[in-house]
């Protein structure tokens, strides 16, 4: 799909775009009232321009072949999202609301560096590292500003590929996550949580009764289990909790322990969930933010991808300081999340296509590309080049030009509705 001429490429500009809209959220704190005004300012500008380059995008193509794994992938990241919220629920009931609020948080040196630091620093420079710059949907919002720069070739297209592989990283990661959370229940950093979010019964579910309780703190008691490995006390009659009718899905009242004051549907009670109140080994917050960064980094790079980075910094000493998670929590998130997104590299870019199709018509011009070379003719080897790239493009849009007009509005309309429902539900992070 090609008009009759381009505009100039755009090969900056995105950095400053990234640091405009940090800044004007981060204006909520400042002087509401002109947050209230830049910042629907500053979307509407940034919509539009993106809207103005739609018609001189040249990859409609790579993006149709990647509307399928972008879709694939949206869709086992909501399951790994519906995973971790049933896991997120079953830990903080399974223990009952008593033991949250009585067990006491693990030591973390990480605090304590903080809390030294804050006696030695400067006065405003501990006043910015407890600044609330930058938070969960800043991140997100920054990659959906990675990925809408394929529209201006700041980013190597597909945008949606990029989409996909974010995507698919970030349900690995949280599949991931949820099966070490889950592995070994760890106290909260905030105590008083789980009493002031959850409705779940004070005592232990049975299960927690038999397997854990009487062997939880006596070292007689843990001694002799080791021994023995077998659960020998008797704990007496169990405490029973309250069953409602879910049907086909009674099986999930074991694991999210309803109360009658929360309703009768299962699915309300995964709502509720949230980020949960014990310590989630490792950081969800921490994963989107480096996420965001590896692939500004590799997609973007430049200074704008060290200013990423500083923010995700600035992140995790937050998260560590308002005591969110531990600190090792935002240590293993950090080279997870690194890890991930190297081995689902063969997701986006999509190098090996492109190459083998350049190199297609690269052996049909051969002749006339080396006999221009002898004759030191460089205005032809430019052209001919430049024949090679168009022709390319050609190939991947020919024949299909409707379907691809109608595939990229279709995309542009879902994906600022996407850019525009993520921005309303994140906004207060």
Not at 140 to 154: P, Q, R, T, Y
Not at 334 to 346: C, D, Q
Request: hydrophobic letters at 50%; aromatic letters at 12%; glycine letters at 6%.
């Amino acid at each position: 799909m090609r008009w009759g001429f381009s505009p100039p490429k755009i090969t900056c500009g995105l950095g400053l775009a990234a640091i405009s809209y940090v800044a004007v959220d981060y204006l909520r704190h400042l002087s509401p009232a002109w947050h209230e005004r830049l910042q629907p300012a500053l979307w509407s500008i940034l919509a539009l321009i993106a809207i103005s380059r739609v018609p001189f995008y040249k990859h409609w193509s790579s993006e149709f072949r990647a509307a399928i794994p972008f879709v694939a992938s949206m869709l086992f990241m909501l399951a790994c999202f519906l995973l971790e919220a049933l896991s997120v629920r079953f830990v903080t009931a399974v223990l009952g609301l008593d033991w949250h609020s009585e067990t006491p948080p693990l030591p973390d040196t990480g605090q304590w560096l903080l809390l030294s630091l804050n006696e030695k620093l400067p006065g405003s420079l501990v006043e910015i590292l407890r600044a609330r710059i930058i938070g969960l949907h800043h991140f997100l919002m920054l990659f959906m500003m990675l990925a809408f720069s394929v529209l201006f070739d700041s980013v190597e297209a597909p945008g949606l590929g990029l989409g996909a592989r974010y995507m698919f990283t970030m349900a690995i990661g949280r599949l991931l996550r949820a099966i070490t959370f889950v592995s070994t229940i760890l106290p909260s950093a905030r105590p008083w949580c789980a009493a002031a979010r959850f409705r779940v019964p004070a005592y232990p579910h049975h299960w927690a009764q038999k397997y854990y309780v009487p062997y939880a703190s006596d070292a007689d008691a843990i001694r002799q289990i080791i021994n023995q490995d077998i659960a020998y006390a008797d704990t007496g009659e169990y405490h029973g909790d309250y069953h409602p009718d879910w049907g086909s899905m009674n099986f999930l009242v074991n694991f999210l322990r309803p109360t009658p004051a929360e309703g009768a549907s299962w699915f309300s009670l995964l709502k509720k969930a949230g980020g949960g109140c014990n310590d989630l080994l490792y950081s969800g917050h921490m994963l989107v933010a480096v996420l965001t960064a590896i692939a500004w980094t590799e997609a973007y790079g430049g200074f704008s991808s060290a200013f990423i980075w500083l923010l995700v910094m600035h992140s995790a000493q937050r998260e560590i300081r308002e005591r969110h998670h531990y600190t090792v929590d935002c240590i293993v998130a950090i080279y997870v999340g690194i890890l991930l997104w190297k081995m689902t590299g063969f997701i986006w870019p999509a190098k090996d296509s492109m190459k083998s199709r350049r190199l297609a018509k690269l052996e049909r011009i051969q002749g006339r590309l080396i006999q221009a070379a002898k004759d030191s003719d460089m205005d032809e080897v430019r052209e001919l080049l430049k024949e090679v790239e168009l022709r390319t493009q050609e190939s991947q849009n020919e024949g299909h030009s409707r379907y691809l007009w109608l595939f990229s509005c279709a995309t542009i309309f879902l994906a600022l509705t996407i850019v525009l429902l993520a921005f309303t539900w994140t906004s207060d992070g």
